[in-house]
């Protein structure tokens, strides 16, 4: 089936370690993103890809980091320096279907805990 | 990219029809309106798009006036599976990888 999929669903996180989310895509969509949503808020853009090898930050980019090597991957690392990671993240990726607008497609999230 | 204003939440009793509103004063003239729903630990889902008067599909409708400054989703009957937020993105065609910046949504509650 197509679809996006994010790994692992829950992950939990020492204090000043590095963890890496993962999401892969097989819709052949050009731009992916990353979101966080913390308990009851909405979602905040931390990084977008709109082609391969460039990405852009968010409005929450300190503390993590991305990467854009294939088209079909867009990783996410929170990095020690993101002081409060513990949140719900969400990736999704999109593209336009000429006339018409974009539709967004998003994974089932990945939950990361600080511990 | 235009600015959305929505009401933090909204009840509503099974059956009844919703309708929730979305303003979007700064909207450009290539801008499509697409509104998306979320459930609890759920990625949001697409529910339905438009750019201008009316757009219906299986599930909502979607009413935009002539100025296309706001937009109302139309959930007709709803029933408890219903319940979760709403969100409107306002954003142009033909060039995916904006940024797209979602607002609050709005949490809709469908009580029996």
């Known amino acids: 089936d197509g679809g996006i999929t994010q790994s692992p669903k829950y992950l939990f996180r020492k204090e000043g370690q590095n963890v890496t989310l993962s999401c892969e895509q097989n819709l052949n969509h050009d731009a992916m993103y990353w979101y966080r949503q913390d308990p009851g808020q909405g979602l905040r853009l931390i990084y977008y890809s709109q082609i391969v090898n460039d990405f852009q930050k968010g409005d929450i980019a300190e503390g993590y980091s991305v990467s854009r090597e294939k088209k079909e991957s867009f990783p996410l690392t929170v990095t020690s320096a993101q002081k409060n990671p513990t949140a719900f993240y969400l990736c999704?990726?999109?593209?336009?279907?000429?006339?018409?607008?974009?539709?967004?497609?998003f994974g089932e999230g990945s939950w990361l805990t600080v511990v | 990219l235009a600015k959305t204003t929505q009401p933090i939440s909204m009840d509503s009793y099974e059956g009844q029809e919703v309708n929730i509103t979305c303003s979007h004063n700064?909207?450009?003239?290539?801008?499509?309106i697409t509104w998306y729903q979320q459930f609890p630990s759920q990625g949001p889902r697409f529910i339905i798009q438009?750019?201008?008067t009316k757009v219906t599909n299986e599930v909502a409708s979607l009413f935009i006036p002539a100025d296309r400054k706001s937009s109302t989703l139309s959930l007709p009957r709803v029933s408890l599976s219903d319940t979760a937020v709403y969100y409107c993105?306002?954003?142009?065609?033909?060039?995916?990888?904006?940024?797209?910046?979602f607002g609050g949504g709005t949490r809709l509650m469908v009580k029996p």
């Open positions: 438009g750019y201008k």
């Open positions: 993105l306002v954003d142009p065609p033909r060039r995916a990888g904006n940024m797209l910046t």
């Open positions: 700064n909207i450009a003239t290539n801008d499509y």
């Open positions: 999704a990726s999109s593209t336009t279907r000429g006339i018409s607008g974009n539709t967004i497609y």
